[in-house]
């Protein structure tokens, strides 16, 4: 009996250091509400300050900002591994195909060089990119995302290999929708909520001339179809970097995403499928007339989607495009 007693009381013990002691000093890598409250309370401030000081640089930056999001998030968690250049020993994630399109990583250049001269060395590059898609989201009339976890660590490498077989492809079609976003944790409708995502910005000719030639996807309407040919002309490297505006309103997070994919015009071969779907079909629908249905599942979903783990080893970048030297 005493022997059960000690062993159960030695259980207690650990059970206490590791989850009592351990989590309750604030570390990196320990996700926390209110993680950077003591080190630099401003940092959201400073984000913002920086998006919308820049934003007449390019108005079409916050579009930029949420992909970057999801492109960093989507390849082994959220660590800015997507930002690392190549350098000795990384080839950069911005050579894998479906990197294509990234854009405005000098938006987090200039967050970052505000936020180390307000508090030098304790905000990481990877809540930097959270921070900033929330900020691009709210900037372009979407909804203000409330109670993000911050604390990650920067990736110390990057691979372009795992980047490339992580990412979804241009023309990845509904089976892949579910499984990335249903391996996050998201139900069906915060899935299609976060697709909504494609209510800004635009997509370049490359990843949609596929569903053009040599024949027509049939799940484009015939008109635009037309619209889109005419756009995007066949062959011709240079014609492929042409861009095509994700819906009418490429600078507004709103619902008019929705109403596009139902009408046979969405952009990508994702978004038709999750039109066509019966299962996700109504809640395009729901989303498409009630704007506050999307908000609400789209800011779930982007918390889901902002606490896809990463690997526990890391350090807060001095630049976020390099590792740390030492
Ligand atoms: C299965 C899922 C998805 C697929 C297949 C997909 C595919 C694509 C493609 C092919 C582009 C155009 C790239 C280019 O040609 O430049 C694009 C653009 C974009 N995607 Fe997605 N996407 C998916 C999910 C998401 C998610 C979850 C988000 C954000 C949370 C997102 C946000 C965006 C944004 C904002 C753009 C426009 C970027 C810009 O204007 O620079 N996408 N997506
Ligand atoms: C990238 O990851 C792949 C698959 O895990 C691995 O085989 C490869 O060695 C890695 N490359 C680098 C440069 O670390």
């Known amino acids: ?18 989850v009592v002691v351990v989590n309750t000093s604030t570390c990196w890598g ?39 999001f999801f492109h960093d998030c989507q390849v082994q968690g959220c660590d800015g591994s997507i930002l690392l250049d190549s350098q000795e020993g990384i080839v950069t994630e911005r050579e894998a195909p479906s990197n294509l399109g990234i854009r405005r990583l000098d938006f987090i250049d ?29 900037i372009a009339g979407g909804p203000h995302i409330e109670g993000l976890l911050l604390g990650r660590l ?41 697709l909504g995502a494609h209510t800004l910005g635009v997509g370049h000719c490359g990843s949609i001339v596929n569903r053009l030639y040599p024949e027509k996807d049939e799940s484009l309407g015939p008109l635009y179809y037309n619209v889109l040919r005419l756009r995007c002309p066949a062959g011709g490297m240079v014609r492929q970097r042409a861009v095509v505006a994700n819906d009418r309103t490429p600078l507004v997070f709103d619902s008019q995403y929705f109403e596009k994919a139902l009408a046979g015009r969405g952009l990508f071969r994702v978004d038709s499928d999750v039109a066509l779907n019966q299962l996700t079909n109504p ?16 800011s779930s979903a982007f918390l889901k989607l902002s606490l896809a783990p990463s690997a526990s080893a890391g350090e807060i970048r001095h630049n976020c495009r390099f590792v740390n030297a030492d």
């Not at 009381?9 to 250091?17: A, E, L, N, Q, V």
């Not at 809640?283 to 789209?298: G, P, T, Y």
């Open 1 to 18: 009996m005493g022997g059960v007693r000690e062993v159960v009381g030695i259980f207690f013990f650990f059970f206490f250091f590791v």
């Open 110 to 138: 200039k967050i970052k060089a505000a936020i180390e001269r307000a508090c030098p060395n304790v905000v990481s590059c990877a809540d930097i990119v959270v921070l900033a898609a929330r900020e691009a989201v709210r």
């Open 30 to 68: 320990q996700l926390s509400g209110h993680f950077y409250d003591g080190s630099c309370p401003n940092v959201e401030g400073i984000v913002r300050r920086v998006v919308a000081h820049n934003l007449w640089r390019d108005p079409t930056a916050p579009a930029a900002l949420l992909r970057l």
């Open 154 to 194: 920067d990736s110390i490498t990057a691979n372009e290999s795992i980047a490339s077989a992580s990412l979804p492809p241009p023309d990845a079609r509904f089976d892949e929708f579910l499984q990335i976003f249903g391996s996050k944790g998201m139900s069906l409708e915060e899935s299609v909520a976060i």
């Open 283 to 298: 809640i395009m629908q729901l989303f498409s007339a009630n704007r506050h249905a999307f908000f609400a599942a789209f």
